[in-house]
């Protein structure tokens, strides 16, 4: 038995999102090389747990499981790019997630639910803790791409791996679904994917930038 575990919460969007945040994860790559999060499935952190109990981890997931049934399913919109600034001239370069006032609600009760107490910035990374150089060679090509999506959120999923691992991967733990469904959620959904379909499809473009 693992003395300690890492455990990872996260929203993972449908295919259609990342497959495209993954194409201009490589385009970028194309310009500055290899970097952090390049191989990174599209997901948006919510929160992340380091040397915990793995017994302690068991006996909370009964309580989550309940309290996070209880959030309905959201829809979220990539709206363009943006970029957080760190320490030593790091850079990280993000899709922007829309924040309305009933996302904004959301994103409330779910950190409630998992007992969250600091900000979350919902975005989807692109390049993480680039060098400035890097950034200034990538912005230009980001500043002012149209990227508009809508997406459902349906679950949330936890992943573990083993904190003091030589090699720490990553896997599966436990899926929370979002289940508190609203008679008017599945008419919503079927205009809204009518319409993703019809106007906010992703073009088939071989260079993005």
């Not at 943006?82 to 994103?107: C, N, S």
């Not at 803790?129 to 349906?154: A, M, Q, S, Y």
Request: hydrophobic residues 40%; without cysteine.
């Amino acid at each position: 038995m693992n003395m300690y575990e890492d455990y990872l919460m996260l929203l993972s969007p449908p295919a259609t999102v990342k497959n495209e945040i993954a194409r201009y994860k490589k385009a970028s790559a194309k310009l500055i090389g290899n970097y952090k999060s390049m191989d990174s499935p599209a997901h948006i952190s919510i929160q992340h747990l380091e040397r915990q109990k793995p017994f302690m981890a068991q006996t909370n997931v009964t309580r989550m499981e309940k309290s996070l049934a209880a959030l309905p399913p959201v829809l979220l919109h990539l709206d363009g790019f943006k970029y957080f600034t760190h320490l030593h001239g790091q850079m990280t370069i993000y899709a922007h997630i829309r924040i309305t006032p009933a996302v904004d609600e959301w994103f409330t009760l779910l950190k409630r639910s998992l007992h969250v107490k600091k900000a979350i910035v919902p975005h989807i990374t692109i390049t993480r803790d680039i060098p400035e150089g890097d950034f200034n060679l990538l912005w230009p090509h980001f500043r002012h791409k149209k990227l508009v999506e809508p997406f459902w959120i349906k679950e949330l999923k936890m992943l573990k791996r083993e904190t003091f691992a030589p090699s720490p991967q990553w896997t599966a733990f436990k899926t929370f679904e979002f289940k508190n469904i609203k008679n008017t959620a599945n008419t919503a959904e079927a205009i809204i994917n009518k319409q993703a379909a019809a106007e906010n499809y992703f073009p088939d473009q071989f260079n993005l930038f």
